[in-house]
């Protein structure tokens, strides 16, 4: 069965860390790029990093920059989301999906059903 299943999401206080995983079955990651999405209710989907087929090219939304790292382990068929300096406003689900062509198409093809990270003291 094809499937990216995320993990590692948790009841964190504010100024804490997370390090979530997006770890692939049936299929390999390797030759993918990755992106990792959040939404909280009532407000969009937003896409808040992404990393290269070959790990040498990242992005990250304003919003997480110089707060969150994207990287990725192709021998564990798995990609990494850590995340430090957590604020209440970090409150999401969030999701990795991953696609052949880009992070930055519509819709990418294959998605997780998301971990829920909740940042609050």
């Known amino acids: 069965q094809v499937q990216l299943v995320e993990s590692g999401g948790a009841l964190v206080q504010p100024g804490g860390s997370l390090r979530l995983s997006c770890a692939a079955s049936?299929?390999?990651?390797?030759?993918?790029?990755i992106a990792w999405f959040r939404q909280a209710p009532g407000k969009e989907r937003e896409r808040i990093s992404c990393i290269s087929s070959s790990g040498g090219s990242t992005y990250y939304a304003d919003s997480v920059k110089g707060r969150f790292t994207i990287s990725r382990d192709n021998a564990k068929n798995t990609v990494y989301l850590q995340m430090t300096s957590l604020k209440p406003e970090d409150t999401a689900g969030y999701y990795c999906?991953?696609?052949?062509?880009?992070?930055?198409?519509?819709?990418?093809?294959?998605w997780g059903k998301g971990t829920l990270v909740t940042v609050s003291s």
């Open positions: 049936g299929f390999t990651l390797d030759y993918l790029h």
């Open positions: 999906a991953a696609d052949r062509s880009s992070c930055f198409i519509p819709n990418m093809r294959w």
